[in-house]
């Protein structure tokens, strides 16, 4: 893995952007229309309408991600369950980057808001699965539902953040919407792992599938302006009344 690491880093260092003169000088007009104390807001924006939901949702989902992580060996093997680990992760990837090939084109055509509420019911769905698991078979269904809700629902937030952002802000939005699904897995290990020294490691699972769910009905009611929109926007492919126009 370390040599994996330093040949990736040698890809990168030899990649070469575009120029960018061009897209700077739009960037700097564009700067102008902002007041000066509006740009060096940088957490402030994490708390404005167009990121705050799309952070919150993705803080769930990492907490859920996490805990999947951490403890499915550990749940495994209290269980008893025989089964290689590592063909649960393989069976997610494989969900995961197969569904990425439908659903990208698909948002394009259809709306954001649908899939990314599909990803939260996959991701639903996994944990819950988890949480019910007593064999090798439900282990690698909960594998295939969490690949498809991450599959899903990360590619497709990154997208709305694209819609939601001017070129030059891009950077910073993707950045602060990340940090919600950061944030939620550095808190799965301590947070969810006290709550199985006093529980289950299934008790856990059950209730992060109680976060993405309440993750579900929160981006339902709530991402967009009004609770009229966010329904037409999260499940009829309404349309983003905070994207962008290009």
Not at 36 to 64: D, E, N, S
Not at 80 to 99: H, K
Not at 126 to 152: E, Y
Not at 183 to 211: E, H, K, N, Q, T
């Amino acid at each position: 893995m370390t040599a994996l690491g330093i040949i990736g880093t040698l890809c990168v260092l030899i990649a070469r952007e575009p120029p960018r003169a061009a897209v700077d000088r739009q960037n700097i007009e564009a700067s102008k229309d902002i007041p000066q104390r509006k740009r060096f807001a940088f957490w402030r924006m994490l708390f404005t309408a167009p990121i705050r939901i799309p952070a919150l949702i993705l803080f769930m989902v990492g907490t859920a991600f996490g805990t999947m992580v951490a403890f499915v060996p550990l749940h495994v093997r209290d269980m008893g369950i025989v089964v290689n680990i590592g063909l649960i992760y393989t069976v997610r990837e494989i969900a995961s980057f197969s569904i990425r090939a439908i659903a990208g084109k698909a948002s394009d055509q259809m709306g954001r808001g649908r899939f990314i509420s599909m990803g939260l019911v996959f991701y639903t769905l996994a944990m819950l699965t988890l949480g019910v698991s007593t064999s090798a078979p439900m282990l690698l269904l909960a594998g295939a539902f969490q690949g498809a809700g991450s599959g899903t629902l990360i590619p497709i937030i990154a997208a709305l953040m694209t819609d939601r952002s001017r070129p030059h802000e891009r950077g910073i939005t993707f950045g602060l919407c990340l940090t919600g699904f950061d944030l939620g897995i550095a808190l799965a290990g301590p947070v969810m792992g006290r709550i199985a020294d006093f529980s289950s490691y299934a008790a856990v699972f059950f209730l992060a599938s109680i976060m993405t769910l309440t993750g579900l009905i929160i981006f339902i009611t709530t991402s967009s302006k009004d609770l009229s929109h966010s329904v037409r926007f999260s499940l009829n492919g309404g349309r983003d009344v905070y994207a962008v126009k290009s």
